[in-house]
């Protein structure tokens, strides 16, 4: 049966595709934040003018009253998300011998990913994995078009090796193994954008730390996710699960000395003789902050686009912070957009499907360098009719794949090299297959004689070994002529928002006039005066890093700063 016949009477390839990335779900991958309930997506703003056009998040609720506040826990420190930065936090202050409460508004401990950014750790060095801190830091503000605080940036640089390293002590003597990421893994040889080696380690699980997971974690995942929550608790931190956070309490142009949580009516206020540390996360799933912090999610939804932090990432810490008068990063945010949604696959993408091969609009049209960094792929296809792209390759993929000495993110690397792989995504639909290019024109309904002189003329190209149209490398320049001839669709998932609340260089958080509002910390996605533009994909796993090592580094300057 043909991919055409598997489908339901009059419905074309291109409704199927469309349809498909409208019901494709948000990925719950536990993604921490503070305040979670399955309808609590925002609307969009409003296009009338006066008051109803300010959006929701940025009025400021009444105090809560305290007849509604049912009791009083007081720590000197409070954390709010118990994901990567929240639990770094609480346990590096914890181990100082503070007290520290810690609020989630989930069910248990959340986060996901398993590549883990860091410069100098032992496990580099172990491996002659030199990079150059300044390099690394110009690196991500050249992403971010200097809208980034330099410092904060290098407090990452500076600090990330000696926090990863304490992590993976934590992580050993829980069972867990450290490993580093061998150099081939971690650098992307020969592309536009230079790379760099800066991935530091990854872990094996103890049986544990599996039994631990949430059903479908990765063992990277695990192992990070395991290690920080046992440190915690065996530090001592007080742990309140589904207890969303609401409102901050901030003295009059003073400090933040409370956040009040919990459910509404049965308020518990917890108050940080010390301070307050926001570590909640993004604000991927309230589409009013997103449309309206990053409006190139707008148009998205209705084509090739994927959500895949969960619904709890509604971005509470950035909304409360600014309801006490914090400042949040400048408008536009930065959003962490990668090529590997593919319709009615959540996140599924092969490493296979993700190289440099020939891509084509819908109009059967090639429009950019197959060879960019992720989000600037991704920028590309915003700019296309149905913002997608058909990615298309040939038989000889087998031999041609590796020699673009490209790397995809993560997991992909596993299958990278399996032909199974290529055979059950087309009996599923996912890749199309024909003998002939006027077959696969067919199969993906792009224009044939467009289609067709763009082979040649991509063909043309690959035989001088010159990309005249643009500008991409001789290497990855390979002919579209052999039978079986494969295309994938590829459209946008984006992974998290990476707009947030603006920090200096210890970690407290700033108002308008960019001073410090006393008592008052960020650290992770909720944090900002980071990322400006775009996330700087040729860093791998930088975010991660941010995460950690400003956890890690606010549960220390809370104490010391108050």
Known sequence: MSEEEKLPKGISRRKFIQGAAVGTVVLASGSTLIGCSPNEETPAPSETTGESSIPSFLKKPDPIPDSEIKQTVTADVVVIGAGMSGLCAAMAAAEEGAKVVILEKTERVNFRGNDYGAIGTKMQKQINNEINKMDAVQEIMRYSAYKGNQRVVSLWAENSGAVADWIMAKAESYGCQPKPVPLDETVTPGTTIKGYPTLSFRMDPSEAAVADAPTGTDPWTASMRYALKKGCEDAGVEFHYETPAAQLVREENGRVTAVIGGAEGAYTKFVGNKGVVICSGDYNANQEMREYYIPSTKN??????????????????QKMGMWVGAAIDEFPHAPMYFDFAVPGAPILADALMRQPWLHINVRGQRFENEELPYAYLCNAMRQQPEHFRWAIWDAKWTEEAPSFKLVACKDMRTNFHNPENVKAYIEKGYIRSAETLEELAGKIEVPKEVFLKT?????????????LDFGKRAACLTKIEKPTFYAVPLGTALLVTLGGLQINEQLQVLDEEKNVIPGLYAAGNASGSYYGNDYCVNLPGNSHGRAFTFGYLAGKNVLSLG
């Open 300 to 317: 998205m939804h209705a084509n090739m686009y994927e959500m895949v932090t969960g619904p709890c990432n509604t971005g509470d810490g």
């Open 455 to 467: 082979v040649a003329r991509y063909n043309e190209l690959a035989e001088q070994g010159v990309d």
